[in-house]
């Protein structure tokens, strides 16, 4: 299977049917965990991320299940590979109603030694992506032409508080919140809502790179570092991508109408702000 036949052409009924939702980052973690949801749930979803091979096996996998699901690989630090994503999607399923900015990366280290070009990844990759692939689906993807809409963008408690040896990644992070407040007060009477997801710890690939990062900075085990994260959640453990998920889900269903311009924790108790 081609990347072009991952976007082909959407039947009559698929553009007709239904909300369609554009999920970034969509093949592993959250990301992929929203995917299964919410096409799970009946959504036309346009899924991207930065790998061929993860795409195709993901689009795979849900038409297998009878799903609707396509994509296409997509940076998104880059402009270009967002606006041909942006109208691929519209392409295939005629619109965009939901939009989940979920790609992102982690990063950090000691301030005094943090690398320009690590700082510019991570502000590149977690905030101005989120601008561009917003900016993206409202005008190109259509969702500024009808009465709904939904934008979610995951960010995280690290976007409401100060995480040690994470500046690049906590900063980036408060700017999503602060853009996802913004827009949706701009939006507010459009019919199109604006929220941020803020996970806590997430067993997910990137917290176990995060975990190994900790680990080599301390000189400990990644499991001493686990049992250290895990002791200041007040659940106990890490939550997981389908918790996570599942209020993604529920911010994009219509009962969620009057809820714009908030950031809601998903953290098993361990931020209360």
Same mark, same amino acid.
């Given at each position: 299977?081609?990347?072009?036949?991952?976007?082909?052409?959407?039947?009559?009924?698929?553009?007709?049917?239904?909300?369609?939702?554009?999920?970034?980052?969509?093949?592993?973690?959250?990301?992929?965990?929203?995917?299964?949801?919410?096409?799970?749930?009946?959504?036309?979803?346009?899924?991207?991320? &930065?790998?061929?091979?993860?795409?195709?096996?993901?689009?795979?996998?849900?038409?297998?299940?009878?799903?609707?699901?396509?994509?296409?690989?997509?940076?998104?630090?880059?402009?270009?590979?967002?606006? $041909?994503?942006?109208?691929?999607?519209?392409?295939?399923?005629?619109?965009?109603?939901?939009?989940?900015?979920?790609?992102?990366?982690?990063?950090?280290?000691?301030?005094?030694?943090?690398?320009?070009?690590?700082?510019?990844?991570?502000?590149?990759?977690?905030?101005? $992506?989120?601008?561009?692939?917003?900016?993206?689906?409202?005008?190109?993807?259509?969702?500024?032409?009808?009465?709904?809409? &939904?934008?979610?963008?995951?960010?995280?408690?690290?976007?409401?508080?100060?995480?040690?040896? $994470?500046?690049?990644?906590?900063?980036?992070?408060?700017?999503?919140?602060?853009?996802?407040?913004?827009?949706?007060?701009?939006l507010a009477q459009t019919g199109i809502t604006v929220n941020a997801v803020c996970p806590g710890y997430v067993e997910t690939p990137m917290a176990q790179r995060v975990r190994q990062g900790y680990a080599g900075h301390f000189g400990v085990s990644e499991q001493e570092?686990?049992?250290?994260?895990?002791?200041?959640?007040?659940?106990? &453990?890490?939550?997981?991508?389908?918790?996570?998920?599942?209020l993604v889900g529920y911010l994009v269903s219509d009962t969620a109408a009057s809820i714009t311009a908030q950031a809601m924790n998903v953290c098993g108790g361990l931020g209360n702000y």
């Open positions: 299977m081609t990347t072009d036949q991952l976007t082909e052409q959407g039947t009559d009924q698929e553009r007709a049917t239904g909300h369609v939702a554009f999920v970034t980052g969509a093949t592993s973690g959250i990301g992929l965990a929203v995917t299964e949801l919410l096409a799970r749930r009946g959504v036309a979803v346009f899924g991207v991320a &930065r790998g061929e091979e993860s795409v195709r096996a993901l689009v795979k996998r849900l038409r297998g299940e009878g799903l609707r699901i396509a994509g296409t690989v997509c940076d998104v630090t880059s402009v270009e590979q967002i606006g $041909a994503a942006v109208r691929a999607a519209v392409a295939t399923y005629g619109r965009i109603d939901i939009l989940v900015n979920n790609a992102g990366r982690g990063g950090g280290g000691v301030t005094a030694e943090i690398a320009d070009g690590l700082w510019d990844d991570v502000i590149e990759t977690n905030l101005n $992506a989120t601008f561009r692939v917003t900016r993206e689906v409202l005008s190109t993807g259509l969702m500024r032409d009808g009465d709904w809409g &939904r934008i979610v963008n995951i960010a995280s408690t690290g976007g409401k508080q100060g995480v040690e040896l $994470a500046a690049p990644y906590s900063a980036s992070k408060h700017g999503v919140i602060g853009f996802t407040k913004a827009v949706g007060k701009e570092i686990q049992e250290k994260f895990n002791a200041k959640i007040p659940l106990g &453990r890490y939550s997981t991508p389908q918790e996570v998920a599942g």
